[in-house]
């Protein structure tokens, strides 16, 4: 079955706006387990404009499911990772200047720099999964830099299906997600997905990429628990996973 983890960065978004401490992270996070998640994700940024570092040691201890932090690899980052040992760190990016991911990496490129990082937390017992986009040819690189998983970049995707809805289209870039995803099994990869998947878009995904490990979703899934409520919500996209099995 594939899990859904919830980020939670928007949460502390809207915390941060105001000041003080509503919504409570900490408890935002224990409440998304209590209604379902498979998982909670966090991805603090250099300025901590959602997510502080404090927030990260302060959740370690509360979250009973999967924790996966994810970021680009600085070395406050690889400290913070090796303080807290999640079960997953997802390796980003992003510049630090970035208002969100919107690219995976160049594993080709960056071989050296991602085999000495990946190295480090793997020696932690930290699993480690890199964010990729639909380009098979990258597949191979992310394997020998000692990843356990790709998480596919699903930007593009969310936007062409969004056209695709209102425009006929061959949908062509949803062949290159899945032969990315075949390359990676074939080598013994893991694959997650995350980035603009929501309640429209996500149940096409999973029956497309059926080997889909799990998926993050934090944007959407907020945006939608303001209308739904957050229990209601994080079930409806568990049901999108489920109908898609």
């Not at 949460?11 to 105001?18: I, P, Q, Y």
């Amino acid at each position: 079955m594939t899990k859904l983890s919830v980020n939670i960065n928007k949460f502390a978004t809207l915390r941060n706006a105001r000041g003080g401490n509503l919504p409570d992270i900490l408890k935002v996070a224990q409440d998304c387990e209590r209604f379902g998640a498979d998982g909670i994700t966090v991805h603090p940024r250099p300025d901590e404009r959602h997510i502080r570092y404090q927030d990260v040691l302060d959740l370690k201890p509360l979250v009973t499911t999967e924790f996966n932090i994810e970021g680009y690899p600085s070395r406050e980052f690889i400290d913070l990772v090796l303080s807290v040992k999640p079960e997953q760190v997802t390796l980003v990016p992003d510049p630090p200047h970035a208002i969100t991911s919107n690219t995976g990496w160049d594993t080709i490129a960056n071989q050296s720099f991602l085999k000495e990082v990946i190295g480090t937390f793997k020696a932690a017992g930290i699993r480690v999964s890199i964010f990729l986009n639909a380009e098979p040819e990258k597949v191979e690189a992310a394997k020998t830099a000692g990843a356990d998983r790709i998480e596919l970049y699903t930007g593009p995707y969310a936007e062409e299906f969004t056209n695709a809805r209102t425009q006929q289209q061959n949908f062509q870039l949803l062949n290159d997600y899945k032969n990315t995803a075949r390359a990676a099994t074939a080598i013994g990869l893991d694959i997650n997905a995350g980035h603009d998947l929501n309640l429209d878009n996500l149940r096409f995904f999973k029956l497309h990429i059926p080997q889909l490990k799990e998926v993050s979703i934090g944007h959407a899934l907020v945006c939608d628990a303001l209308y739904l409520g957050l229990e209601n919500t994080i079930q409806l996209y568990k049901r999108q996973l489920k109908v898609a099995e």
